[in-house]
């Protein structure tokens, strides 16, 4: 039987990672943390998943220290 956390009631996480260096393994630890703070370490209750990829900025935006931007 999974063990449960008294946690305040979340319904979603988001956040922002480094692109640069990544590391699958920097990841699943990021999902397993997102996952716990649905109250349970093991199972979570994830019901959407969604991933945004980064692109290289362009030589302008590399000028003012921007790592990557988003365009749509």
């Keep these: ?7 305040a009631k979340i319904s ?3 956040g922002s990672i ?3 260096k990544q590391t699958l393994d920097q990841v699943n630890r990021l999902v397993a943390l997102a996952l ?3 109250g349970c370490e ?3 209750r994830l019901a959407f998943f969604e991933f945004k990829f980064l692109g ?4 302008d935006f590399n000028k ?4 990557s931007i988003d365009v749509r």
């Design 56 to 59: 290289d900025p362009g030589p």
């Design 18 to 20: 480094n692109p640069q």
């Design 64 to 67: 003012v220290g921007a790592i």
């Design 12 to 14: 979603s996480i988001s």
């Design 36 to 38: 716990g703070r649905a």
């Design 42 to 44: 093991r199972c979570g």
């Design 1 to 7: 039987m999974a063990t449960t956390k008294s946690t």
